[in-house]
């Protein structure tokens, strides 16, 4: 008998996401990977070569594999939720939870009453959660200046795709009148109209207090989000815009942060292909390299993300004829070019790194996939895993194109239940905010994908058992409206989305998101099994917490 320690984890059902054996009623660990599944019997070939333990912790409970978060934004998000909270829900920070602030005419009196109490007359106003579509606006420099032409307000909308500054703020900038760069926005008189969006514009507008962001997030910041994470069964979360405010301190507290054997979650983190290839050129790949040195077995460098439009809640993806309700459109992303967008992808293209491209809009989706052929027609690729993320606004026939090329998805199915039915008359209209993730669209063609939440940058919470329902109901937010039911899918595809096929999303797939041997031991535990109850009851399912490498995290509030 072998000295190594082995534990038997029995439960009242093993739901593995592995299609040859599904369901087991125990998983044995060994050194944090899973040694085998089955039953105490079956496994006895195994177990009889080892010192065994069994446990009986979850013998009334359902195992499955951890769930895993394919698109959220931990470290810098640790720093939004730490500014003054202007959002419309009530959302959880660092302090406990926080009032929502219902209307922008509610956002401004907080203002005012802020301004009133602040004897320091130069200390900034610095707020986050910002949500046009259910809140009102505009929000804008001459809205701002009624509260105060002295004190810089600086306001983050709830995804860092707007900024909105007024005139004081706007000084402190280093953006000038007349600058032509599309995420400059200006009133018709050509002056700033205080509004910036995108990279550039959040870089440049927010730029004067970013140091907060950076100084709030840190190690304490990942810690909290972890708690949330575990709370929610997941395991693994993938950060898909790594190094954009400060990559050195970034880099440093993610380290720390996974080095403790105590972090609940392993991070996949995927740096903006575009910055590192405009800060370091012909070096960018070397830089990836470099950056790899880094992993571990709770630590992942992997990927880049590149934009071709702006954020589907704020009303800025780009969509096709006959564009928004108003009969605007949105704001490009990384480029307004194709040409410039597989520049900028080209060179990681070559190298064999994969790609994940965020498109929120139908449009957007066109250019991403354009993109993708010409960089096949130049250099071609077999499992490549070009990865369209967020794939909110599509038709059938960009599915369709999306197998073609081999691309896969990341689909952010929180909308259909919390954004569908007020998109109707906000931006999109109802052909597009009815058939809001296509997840059915994409089974019928044959596309893996997975889902994920963005979190906390669209207004959604961080629960995979929420997108499970989601996307097998279709139900809207008001608890009746079924949208589109025909891009419905069932249980068994939707949970693949949060396991093993968010696992292969990432290119994690032998490592996590399903219980086999020799992948690591990462368990959610849940009071219900999710195959059997009513699938509108799935978002309900209590979640004890979760394994990870056989270490027990139970949930505790937050």
């Known amino acids: 008998m072998s000295k190594s320690k082995v534990t038997v984890y029995t439960a009242r059902n093993v739901r593995t996401m ?32 080892y010192d065994v333990t069994v446990d009986d912790t979850f013998k009334d409970k359902v195992i499955m594999p951890g769930f895993i978060e394919a698109h959220s934004h931990i470290w810098m998000s640790a720093g939004f939720v730490s500014l003054q909270y202007i959002g419309p829900l009530p959302w959880p920070g660092p302090n406990g939870m926080m009032k929502p602030v219902e209307t922008v005419d509610d956002i401004l009196a907080l203002f005012k009453k802020i301004d009133a109490e602040e004897k320091d007359p130069k200390k900034p106003i610095v707020a986050w959660g910002y949500d046009f579509g259910k809140q009102g606006g505009p929000l804008d420099r001459d809205v701002l200046d009624t509260v105060s032409k002295t004190r810089p307000i600086f306001i983050m909308a709830w995804a860092p795709h707007y900024v909105h500054l007024n005139s004081p703020a706007i000084e402190m900038t280093d953006i000038k009148q007349g600058d032509t760069d599309p995420h400059v926005h200006h009133y018709a008189d050509g002056r700033l109209s205080g509004v910036f969006t995108e990279a550039y514009g959040i870089m440049h507008g927010f730029g004067p207090v970013m140091s907060l ?15 949330i994470a575990n709370n929610a069964g997941v395991t693994t979360l993938a950060d898909l815009i790594f190094g954009i405010i400060d990559w050195d301190a970034e880099l440093k507290d993610n380290i720390a942060a996974t080095a403790d054997e105590d972090f609940p979650v392993r991070m996949r983190l995927t740096p903006h292909g575009a910055a590192v290839l405009a800060k370091h050129g012909d070096k960018a790949i070397d830089v990836l390299k470099d950056l790899r040195k880094n992993e571990t077995d709770k630590i992942y460098f992997r990927g880049l993300k590149f934009l071709t439009d702006g954020s589907y809640p704020l009303m800025s993806s780009m969509v096709g004829f006959p564009g928004y309700l108003d009969g605007t459109n949105g704001c490009p992303g990384d480029s307004a070019s194709l040409s410039e967008l597989v520049a900028f992808m080209l060179p990681y293209w070559k190298a064999g790194e994969q790609l994940h491209c965020h498109a929120n809009g139908d449009e957007a989706l066109n250019m991403t996939l354009d993109a993708l052929a010409e960089l096949q027609k130049v250099y071609p690729r077999f499992d490549h895993r070009f990865t369209v993320e ?3 606004m599509s038709n059938p026939m960009q599915a369709r194109r999306v197998k073609a090329l081999g691309a896969i998805a990341s689909v952010n199915v929180y909308f259909i239940a919390y954004r569908s039915l007020l998109h109707r008359t906000k931006a999109y209209g109802p052909d597009r905010a009815e058939t809001v993730a296509r997840v059915g669209s994409l089974e019928r063609e044959g596309v893996t994908f997975a889902f994920h939440s963005d979190y906390p940058q669209v207004v959604v919470p961080l629960l995979p058992l929420s997108a499970v329902t989601g996307a097998v109901t279709r139900i809207a937010e008001d608890g009746k409206t079924v949208i589109a039911p025909h891009e419905a899918i069932d249980v068994e595809r ?36 999710p195959f059997e109850v009513d699938p ?19 949930a505790k509030e937050i």
């Open 536 to 554: 509108k009851h799935i978002k309900d399912i209590n979640i004890w917490g979760t394994v990870l490498s056989g270490k027990l995290f139970e």
């Open 390 to 392: 967020h794939y909110s």
């Open 494 to 529: 939707a949970l693949r989305a949060i396991t093993i096929d968010a696992a292969y999303i990432l290119g994690m797939e032998d490592k996590v998101g399903s219980l086999e041997q020799g992948k690591f031991a990462d368990f959610t535990i849940l009071e219900e099994d």
């Open 18 to 49: 592995d299609p040859g054996r599904p369901e087991v009623q125990a998983v044995a660990v060994l050194d944090g990977k899973v040694l085998s599944t089955g039953t105490i019997e079956s496994m006895q070939p195994w177990l009889s070569q």
């Open 213 to 227: 962001i950076a100084d709030a997030s840190g190690v304490d910041g990942l810690n909290y989000f972890a708690r």
